[in-house]
């Protein structure tokens, strides 16, 4: 598999939001920090298609205070006929390697439940307890440094 991981626009993440994450759950994909200008959105491609996405929204939490390029790591969602074949881990990866570019600290995000061992083995960790997101599930804040961006 050629994969090529870019730059994408706010509108390129809207079909994967929709069709990944929000399938038939009554929330809204588009988020209110989408089109900030320290708002950055990632896309995995194969050949010309978009197989994957993620946002990191500048976002400080109830963890992080107070401390300097802190980013939330949200709507990460590949394509379903891709999952379970590594493209995940290996565009995370490289996403990764350019939040570190972008002088990213910290990142955190909220995992689902049946995520955590995917965030876990790219060097996230959990912090705090879980909690539930209505009509979603049960998730987990994560947490990890620039130093252990792998």
């Given at each position: 598999?050629?994969?090529?991981?870019?730059?994408?626009?706010?509108?390129?993440?809207?079909?994967?939001?929709?069709?990944?994450?929000?399938?038939?759950?009554?929330?809204?994909?588009?988020?209110?920090?989408?089109?900030?200008?320290?708002?950055?959105?990632?896309?995995?491609?194969?050949?010309?298609?978009?197989?994957?996405?993620?946002?990191?929204?500048?976002?400080?939490?109830?963890?992080?205070?107070?401390?300097?390029?802190?980013?939330?790591?949200?709507?990460?969602?590949?394509?379903?006929?891709?999952?379970?074949?590594?493209v995940g881990k290996l565009f995370l990866g490289e996403t990764l390697k350019l939040a570190k570019e972008k002088n990213i600290r910290k990142i955190w995000l909220n995992a689902r439940e049946i995520a955590v061992p995917f965030y876990k083995s790219l060097g996230f960790s959990v912090v705090?307890?879980?909690?539930?997101?209505?009509?979603?599930?049960?998730?987990?804040?994560?947490?990890?440094?620039?130093?252990?961006?792998?």
């Amino acid at each position: 598999m050629n994969l090529i991981v870019k730059e994408i626009t706010t509108e390129d993440t809207y079909p994967l939001r929709k069709n990944v994450l929000r399938e038939n759950i009554p929330l809204s994909f588009q988020f209110a920090e989408d089109n900030l200008e320290t708002t950055s959105h990632f896309g995995v491609f194969e050949e010309e298609k978009l197989i994957g996405i993620v946002t990191f929204i500048q976002k400080e939490n109830e963890y992080f205070k107070n401390q300097e390029a802190v980013f939330q790591l949200r709507a990460m969602a590949v394509d379903k006929a891709y999952q379970g074949k590594g493209v995940g881990k290996l565009f995370l990866g490289e996403t990764l390697k350019l939040a570190k570019e972008k002088n990213i600290r910290k990142i955190w995000l909220n995992a689902r439940e049946i995520a955590v061992p995917f965030y876990k083995s790219l060097g996230f960790s959990v912090v705090g307890d879980v909690f539930d997101v209505k009509f979603v599930g049960n998730h987990f804040r994560m947490v990890q440094e620039q130093d252990k961006f792998k």
